[in-house]
């Protein structure tokens, strides 16, 4: 697996994980990575966006300020904070590398994905 998420669990409302995404192939270093989440029977949504050299920040609205993406470009690793967590955030989340440089919302802009990691959090 290129991209490898780990860090999702089970968690109570008002908690907080840090998920991790790592890219054995460093193939990503210089491409754009975001973080999706697909909850059950639902579509795979946008939650964040970072650009190659960490700037460039995005994120979905119901997310903004209690989330945080950040990359570490030396460990080739992806990484989202996640605080305040409330069962709306209950899915699996899945890490991407983008075409570009640039982070996007749109998951048509990104060509490779990781296998998901699970996130629930109970009330």
């Known amino acids: 697996v290129q991209l490898q998420a780990s860090g999702g669990g089970l968690v109570q409302v008002g908690g907080s994980l840090r998920l991790s995404c790592a890219d054995s192939?460093?193939?990503?270093?210089?491409?754009?990575m975001g973080w999706f989440r697909q909850a059950p029977g639902k579509e795979r949504d946008f939650v964040a966006a970072?650009?190659?050299?960490?700037?460039?920040?995005l994120y979905a609205d119901s997310v903004k300020d209690r989330f945080t993406i950040s990359r570490d470009r030396a460990k080739n690793t992806l990484y989202l904070q996640m605080n305040g967590l409330t069962p709306e955030d209950t899915a699996v989340y899945f890490c991407?590398?983008?075409?570009?440089?640039?982070?996007?919302?749109?998951?048509?802009?990104?060509?490779?994905w990781g296998q998901g990691t699970l996130v629930t959090v109970s009330s």
């Open positions: 991407a590398a983008a075409r570009s440089a640039y982070g996007s919302r749109s998951r048509s802009d990104y060509i490779r």
């Open positions: 192939t460093r193939l990503s270093s210089n491409n754009g």
């Open positions: 970072i650009g190659w050299n960490g700037g460039g920040a």
